[in-house]
């Protein structure tokens, strides 16, 4: 069973709205997460994080949000723009536990149109 | 500019073979892993070093083996190609005391095994 979940595979915005891609997660030991961006044919590249302790990441255009209770956490992207177009990856970790795994979730396919 | 840099872009092949995917980083990180990436499940971590000369198992390192002779090297082997190790490989590493967090990916092997 995953234990990082994506469960939209795809989405479409129209270019200047607010993305919002959700993520959800079943271990509660989790601690850290991570969002990651990959264009087609080149390797993710680190987008965003968020603590546990933290409930909001902010980084520009991008913002984490974390809702610990419901195991829940999101990105807004705003305003999208066509180059937001990729597929994004959700990610979390244990930091005080396990170091050796970063647990990925399937990968939403953002399209922005202009 | 950091770099993580894998060997091929695209291999094709034959069942039975032994295969060898190279990766190669340039920013003397301790962590390495390689993950495959297949649609709808995400990247799932085949294996990963935290020192030369270590390895760990991460959670599907059936029918993979790999080698780190070298810091910036780090080497998955497929001992007998099968079809369904075809997949997009992809290559990361990330300094220590930061295992679970930022990683750096390759650009990705598209491995297709007839």
């Known amino acids: 069973d995953q234990q990082v979940k994506q469960n939209s595979p795809s989405l479409s915005v129209q270019e200047g709205r607010i993305s919002i891609l959700n993520c959800d997660y079943t271990?509660?030991?989790?601690?850290?997460f991570l969002w990651y961006k990959k264009y087609p044919a080149e390797g993710p590249t680190f987008l965003i994080s968020i603590s546990s302790i933290k409930d909001k990441n902010e980084d520009g255009r991008f913002t984490v949000f974390l809702n610990k209770s419901a195991k829940h956490l999101s990105l807004h992207i705003v305003p999208s723009q066509p180059g937001d177009s990729a597929v994004y990856f959700c990610a979390a970790s244990a930091l005080k536990t396990s170091y050796d795994k970063v647990i990925f979730g399937p990968g939403t396919s953002l399209s922005v149109i202009p | 500019d950091v770099k993580v840099t894998q060997s091929s872009r695209y291999l094709v092949k034959r069942t039975g073979e032994k295969v060898f995917l190279e990766c190669v980083q340039d920013?003397?990180?301790?962590?390495m892993f390689w993950y495959r990436q297949d649609p709808g499940l995400g990247l799932r971590l085949i294996y990963f070093s935290y020192d030369v000369k270590m390895k760990e198992k991460g959670d599907i390192p059936e029918g993979y083996s790999v080698s780190r002779e070298k810091k910036e090297r780090f080497s998955l082997i497929l001992e007998s190609a099968s079809t369904n190790q075809t997949s997009m490989y992809l290559c990361?590493?990330?300094?220590?005391?930061?295992?679970?967090?930022?990683?750096?990916f390759g650009q990705g092997t598209r491995l297709t095994v007839v």
């Open positions: 990361a590493s990330s300094g220590a005391g930061v295992m679970n967090t930022e990683a750096f």
């Open positions: 920013m003397d990180h301790e962590n």
């Open positions: 271990n509660s030991m989790f601690d850290y």
